[in-house]
């Protein structure tokens, strides 16, 4: 039995999925505790079920793709809005220096899967999907990224895309905690005085303080509203802007995917408004960012043919495991020392290993864990989120798409 459904077959479907995955995360802790977003797990039900009628012969599933195709452009736009200059000037040399560490990361995490793939006898684009698109990028841009490596005619790109970056989900939790002690006691480094800890409490009670005035704005509807629509028309503009940008340089002799036309018009559009002094709707960005990366994920996912996966699971495997020794010696020696080999220095290193191989909550609940036990760090919480929320998805998706030009 053949099933083709329309574009809001497909959207309908993909909500009763998101929904699933959002119960079975919530019944089954172990998801929660390394942060498995729930569209991966309902988009994964899917794709067992779409296995079995595959491996069974007893029925084929056909999605609407145009609209995961919209999702993925809008997903890189607001990333692109992230990409503020002004931001990265207030953030100070912290968070350039992280900037720094995370994309000489991002370049080594490249070069080292396509190396390894090539050396396994694998195409070198399989290697990049084991590489900083599933892993720094995480599950986003894993399934922004696979269907194009697979397009270029790498068979399971996209399953393993997703494999390694659940991979590293898991392994960044694991590998963060002994890092940041290892360097301690190498290092001689112990934990803040009882000066920093009343200091930390004072800065996060005024950081909640801050977020209650930013939610009782908020409550006025008509300015919500208001901020909302602007929001939507500023994306809107940018993607077709981004559209007519990438049709120009097609026509000029230069191809580039097509999110990427719309990523670079939007971090210029935020970069005016942060010079003119306007407000920049950050909150409403973030609702529409995290709907589309939901909706674009669970249909990735839905879409996702694992039995392909079974083609390249071990060379993915040994380029995985390398990279976990690799992230382990990166934040070590590299991440430390950039950071200035002090208690800071060493709790960022713990949070680079979740953010290397996972995402930013994982960078999160591993100095979390870390600092309960050795003490507060006001610069490691404040650094590592910015660097996450702001400026390394943008420059993951240059430097992936440097890499795919340059090996394809």
């Known amino acids: 039995m053949d099933i083709q459904l329309d574009m809001a077959q497909t959207v309908g479907l993909a909500a009763v999925f998101l929904v699933i995955g959002k119960l079975i995360k919530n019944r089954i802790p172990v998801l929660s505790r390394y942060f498995i977003p729930s569209p991966i797990i309902g988009g994964l039900v899917f794709s067992l079920i779409a296995l079995y009628g595959h491996q069974s012969g007893s029925f084929t599933i056909g999605l609407y793709d145009n609209m995961r195709a919209f999702l993925l452009v809008a997903f890189f736009t607001v990333i692109g809005f992230s990409a503020s200059i002004d931001m990265l000037k207030k953030g100070g040399a912290g968070v350039a220096l992280f900037l720094v560490a995370a994309v000489l990361l ?68 694991m590998i963060g905690g002994p890092v940041g002690s290892r360097l301690m006691r190498k290092h001689g480094i112990t934990g803040p005085s009882q000066k920093a800890l009343r200091q930390a409490e004072a800065d996060k009670a005024k950081a909640n303080q801050d977020i209650a005035n930013q939610n009782q704005e908020a409550e006025d509807g008509n300015h919500l509203f208001n901020l909302t629509a602007y929001s939507v028309m500023l994306l809107t503009v940018c993607m077709g802007l981004g559209s007519v940008l990438i049709e120009w340089l097609q026509s000029k002799g230069i191809t580039l995917p097509a999110y990427l036309g719309s990523m670079l018009i939007a971090a210029i559009f935020r970069n005016i408004i942060d010079w003119k002094g306007y407000r920049f709707p950050k909150a409403q960005f973030d609702v529409i960012g995290a709907v589309s990366l939901d909706f674009f994920l669970v249909m990735a996912l839905m879409s996702m043919r694992l039995w392909d996966l079974a083609e390249v699971a071990g060379p993915l495997l040994i380029i995985l495991i390398v990279q976990t020794v690799l992230m382990f010696f990166f934040a070590s020696y590299v991440t430390f020392r950039i950071m200035g080999r002090d208690y800071d220095a060493a709790v960022m290193a713990a949070g680079h290993c979740g953010f290397g191989m996972g995402a930013t909550p994982n960078a999160m609940a591993n100095m979390q864990s870390f600092t309960e036990a050795n003490g507060p760090s006001t610069k490691a919480f404040f650094v590592i989120p910015l660097v996450g929320s702001l400026f390394i998805d943008f420059f993951n998706a240059v430097i992936i798409t440097t890499f795919i030009g340059f090996l394809n």
């Not at 922004?144 to 659940?166: D, H, N, R, S, W």
């Open 106 to 173: 991002l370049i080594l995490q490249n070069t080292v899967g396509a190396g390894l793939a090539v050396l396994l006898g694998q195409s070198p684009l399989l290697g990049l999907s084991a590489g900083s698109i599933s892993l720094t990028g995480g599950h986003g841009t894993a399934a922004a990224f696979g269907p194009l490596l697979e397009a270029y005619g790498v068979t399971g790109a996209m399953p393993a895309a997703i494999a390694a970056a659940t991979w590293g989900l898991v392994a960044g939790c």
